[in-house]
């Protein structure tokens, strides 16, 4: 779900992930530090589908502070936790901290979220942050006014509708103003390496996830953005991807995007992509390849066709030179970044 102003639109925060470990036990080695060292899987919930109309919304739940957990749209095309008022408390004993410092985000979908930057402990699925970092209180859902039926046309009670009560951006960038994933303030390696694979109407996000060399498929380097308390950020949504789709070929900066319900391709040459007739959608049973710039041979091929989620491709020839791979890449492929190196593998 790319973000179409950076974060900081008047978007919040530095995330502090830097704690500290209860030593102890054999060695010096606590529960806590021995835990950290191993991967853990948060379980992923698929809403609507490959092939339904909305197309496939990967969720999982995140808890704040001494809140319930709740579902959130989990988006490889943002940064940090941008979750609505009314699933987090507030009071006395909550473990939350409102700021008066605004926060505004902007969701290429159209719908536009505003609120304060608090902070709190993070919980994702059962892995937890270090300490406090901070996330966006949202108190307020709205659309763009070139997008007026947005999934925030209805406000927040509108998009809670929808089973989800805002979005975790897990994205290797920084949202404006310092707002970042909150996975970079886990302990350990949880923090280090992720990855997502979906399945079906399931998938799994593994923190501390392995690098499965061996199944790799590619490896993407990405350029040092900067820094966030001492964890390195980078550059995701301007990947060095080589798209054809049939006659239509261009090198165009890329993002895997698992908040974009299919596929989109812009620039001079691929927006000369074969499309039906009165649609953007690109011609049923048209070849798509994607290569490295200066690789050797596509990482991927498929053939377009119908099917948002999984095989839909839209040409958006508003846009300038791009490529939003969609969910569809999260299903073909183990999609795993590794914020030490500032890689993304592809395995199967």
């Not at 209860?22 to 698929?46: E, M, N, Q, Y």
């Not at 799994?204 to 490896?219: D, E, K, N, P, Q």
Request: charged share 10%.
């Amino acid at each position: 779900m790319f973000k179409t102003v950076p974060v900081l639109k008047t978007v919040p925060v530095g995330l502090v992930i830097v704690g500290l470990l209860t030593i102890g036990g054999v060695g010096g080695t606590s529960a806590a530090s021995a835990t950290a060292r191993l991967p853990a899987t948060v379980p992923v919930t698929v809403m609507g589908g490959q092939g339904t109309s909305q197309g496939a919304r990967p969720t999982v739940e995140v808890r704040v502070g001494n809140s319930n957990p709740v579902p959130v749209l989990l988006d490889t095309g943002s940064s940090g936790l941008h979750i609505f008022n009314t699933a987090v408390n507030t009071g006395t004993g909550s473990g939350v901290t409102l700021t008066s410092q605004p926060s505004n985000i902007t969701y290429s979908g159209g719908h536009r979220f505003t609120g304060v930057v608090a902070n709190a402990v993070i919980t994702i699925g059962s892995s937890a942050t270090q300490m406090p970092v901070p996330f966006a209180y949202v108190e307020q859902a709205s659309c763009i006014a070139s997008k007026p039926t947005c999934p925030a046309s209805g406000g927040i009670p509108g998009f809670e509708q929808s089973g989800a009560y805002g979005i975790l951006g897990i994205g290797t960038q920084s949202s404006g103003g310092g707002i970042v994933s909150p996975i970079l303030g886990m302990h350990g390696v949880l923090g280090k390496k992720w990855s997502l694979h979906l399945s079906g109407t399931t998938g799994v996000l593994t923190l501390g996830a392995h690098l499965h060399v061996r199944r790799s498929i590619t490896t993407i380097q990405m350029t040092q953005t900067g820094s966030s308390a001492g964890e390195a950020l980078w550059e995701d949504s301007r990947l060095p991807l080589c798209v054809s789709v049939g006659p239509a070929s261009e090198c165009v900066p890329g993002l895997f995007d698992s908040g974009t319900y299919t596929m989109q391709i812009s620039g001079p040459a691929l927006d000369q992509a074969p499309t039906t007739p009165g649609t953007d959608h690109v011609e049923a049973g048209t070849p798509v390849a994607v290569a490295l710039s200066g690789g050797a041979a596509p990482f991927w091929t498929f053939a377009a066709g119908t099917t948002k989620s999984e095989d839909l491709l839209t040409v958006k020839t508003d846009r300038g030179p791009f490529v939003n791979t969609g969910v569809q890449a999260f299903y073909d492929f183990t999609i795993t970044y590794d914020d030490t190196s500032g890689q993304i593998l592809l395995s199967r």
